[in-house]
């Protein structure tokens, strides 16, 4: 394809809540244990909203991080994307919310519902904004407060230790140098949808949720972890794989994979089916659970300032989640 413009990433951030909430808190709510968890999934401590808000808040805040470190002022920004299935309510989407906190102009501003592949969704999006020439300073952002929707009781443990919230942001403008957005690659299997979902409150049924589906828990997230394991572990390498093929780069030429946040053992098996060790996929599950589309951003943020990788090199993004979609951006910083 000839770009009429070349994307880059100016400035990144993030910004989560101030609670910790330790794998030993969640033993007074529920049958778990801190070895289970971590043996199971790596996750030491999650961040749990207390009173700060919706993902909105989280969201811009992180925004504000990532603007500062791309030195853009609000009335630079053109467009708002937001990825988020934890939006502050049904409707509408958490970026009118961002576009008025954060004094931007009248600009474009909508929400994309991908689950924990969002933010790479996301950054397509706004990369095909930036080369057409269409948007000159995109603000891109992921953002979840999962805690609210969690059954903290024994029936929702398979779920709610893995979860956290959080927030993390990009500012895209036109490369003017070499760093650049080089591909990305999305991807959706249908057929798995109710194997990680939460159906209710849903437009399907005419009273949206009622008393019944409520003590159902119908209103919590629903997951098969081993048929998410499965598929994720599948698709990861493929889709990165799909990321080296397209940019004639080998494995060898990727200074570091920031995949999205899902469990340490999902992370550990892509790192051993695509033949590297641990230190070239990047993980800080530990600190933070799985975040949904808030986890690359956050990851790549804290990579970046661990000097993880440095300008010019070579970095691929990768998600996997509900849906299922996965997707993957490999990048020259
Ligand atoms: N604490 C203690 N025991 C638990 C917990 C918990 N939090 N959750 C489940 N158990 C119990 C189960 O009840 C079961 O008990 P039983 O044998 O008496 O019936 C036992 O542990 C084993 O349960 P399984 O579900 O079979 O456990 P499994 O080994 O499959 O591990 C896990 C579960 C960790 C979810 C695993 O399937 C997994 O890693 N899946 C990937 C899912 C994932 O990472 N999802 C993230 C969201 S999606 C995404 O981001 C890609």
């Known amino acids: 394809m000839e ?5 880059a990433i100016a400035g990144i951030g993030f910004h989560v809540p101030d609670r910790i909430v330790k794998n030993s808190d969640l033993e007074q709510w529920m049958d778990t244990s801190d070895e289970w968890i971590i043996e199971r999934s790596g996750i030491k401590e999650r ?14 805040q992180a925004a504000k991080n990532a603007m500062e470190d791309a030195k853009v002022t609000p009335d630079e920004i053109d467009l708002v994307i937001c990825a988020t299935i934890t939006s502050d ?6 970026s009118a919310q961002v576009q008025e906190a954060l004094g931007l102009g009248l600009v474009g501003a909508f929400d994309i519902k991908a689950a924990c592949s969002a933010f790479v969704y996301a950054l397509s999006v706004g990369d095909q904004f930036i080369k057409s020439g269409q948007s000159k300073n995109i603000l891109v952002i992921g953002a979840e407060v999962q805690s609210t929707a969690l059954d903290i009781s024994t029936r929702g443990r398979n779920v709610s230790v893995l979860f956290g919230d ?10 003017l140098d070499d760093s650049e957005i080089l591909s990305t690659h999305l ?11 939460l159906e209710a409150p849903a437009s399907k049924y005419k009273s949206r949720i009622t008393k019944k589906m409520l003590d159902e828990g119908r209103q919590y997230p629903i997951m098969n972890g081993r048929e998410v394991f499965r598929n994720a572990v ?13 940019n004639h780069l080998t494995i060898d030429d990727i200074t570091q994979i920031i995949p999205h946040q899902a469990n340490l053992r999902i992370s550990q098996s892509v790192a051993k089916r695509m033949g590297v060790s641990m230190d070239k996929v ?15 951003p956050i990851a790549l943020t804290e990579a970046r300032n661990e000097g993880k990788f440095k300008r010019g090199d070579h970095i691929i993004l990768a998600a996997f989640g509900a849906g299922f979609r996965w997707a993957s951006a490999a990048i020259k910083w």
């Open 89 to 94: 309510y049904f409707f509408p989407g958490i």
């Open 47 to 60: 961040r749990w909203i207390a009173n700060e808000g919706g993902a909105s808040s989280l969201a811009i």
């Open 3 to 7: 770009h009429l413009q070349k994307t």
């Open 166 to 175: 959080g927030a993390g942001a990009a500012i895209l403008k036109r490369s």
């Open 187 to 197: 991807h959706s299997e249908g057929r798995f949808l109710k194997e990680l979902w």
């Open 234 to 246: 599948r698709r990861f390498p493929q889709v990165i794989h799909e990321a080296m093929d397209a």
């Open 282 to 296: 990047f993980s800080n599950i530990h600190k933070y659970g799985n975040t949904t589309a808030a986890s690359i």
